[in-house]
DNA sequence: ATCAGGATGTTATAACATTGCTTTTAGCGT
DNA sequence: ACGCTAAAAGCAATGTTATAACATCCTGAT
């Protein structure tokens, strides 16, 4: 088990070289890095939780002052995903950055249920043990969901 | 790994069979297995993929001859989560039924993005590397969403 | 200049889920 | 059987998340 990542503890710094990574992904790979996509990027990751569609067009608003269509938050989010910019988590109908973009990875989320804080972590046993089960099934598998919900070590130590 | 029921090949017998035990388990713990649940427990046998809300209210509309609101079942949804006789996919909004509701276990579901079988497997091993996983991190982790989106076997095969 | 493809704008609607309140029903002691 | 209580279900309205369908704009290649 590897932590890579952990949504609590994010600076001003890391958001920036966040952005500087995903700008060099994105021009090596032909595609384009829109002011739009660019700015919700960095919408998920001044966020220190998973934000849904409609909560990201709200920030995104009102940072960048004018009125935008979820549509719009959709696609952008759509780009984000296909180029591994960022995650959905499922359980939560909500998005976080992904702080390694470059390289697949059997990411683990947990997620506290009190302060939505969303750690990433990189268990490739678990990744290996799941593809066993997947080629005794003869499944052939496209994405992995691996999600866990619960309460984080800072909001135990809380009560 | 253990695979624990398949969605695929799931006979009349096996249906009215689930429905007994879930009788059963109400009664031992004091709830009630109201004809509604009984219905929708029933709807999510018969259907041989996760259904969502609205298709379970229609097929229960159409099953039973009355119509129903929203509400009432997304409240027998609840119910049948409560008592572990259903489960949710996250990465669906979509609900099946839980071949085991008297013991927990560690699920992990493969959904076929093409015909939709969904088939749940029980991969102790994963579940407890998870647990270490949780571990060191100091979370209490409260629920598993691990669900496996690809190609079955059958669609595979099919091409 | 024309064209093609990608990105974005616009409008409408589908799909999923909850809230608040009322009425009905089941279980229980009398 | 009767009345009480709590659970269950009915009902209307609304909130939340996601997509479809079509129009426009921009940029770079021919
Ligand atoms: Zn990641
Ligand atoms: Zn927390
Ligand atoms: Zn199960
Ligand atoms: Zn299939």
Redesign the pocket.
Known sequence: MKPVSSMSPVTHGQTIQALAVAARLCVARG??F????RRLLETLWVAHEPL????ALRRLEGSWG??????????????LLEQGLAV?I?S????VPCAHPDQPHTSVFFVCDQCRVTIEVDDSEVGRLLKCDATALGFDVRRRVLELQGTCAHCLAMR
Chains 1, 2 share one sequence.
């Open positions: 595609v384009q829109t002011e739009l996509r849904g569609a409609y909560e004018r009125t935008l269509k979820p549509t719009t938050v959709y696609r952008a989010l759509d780009f959905r499922e939560r109908n909500a998005y």
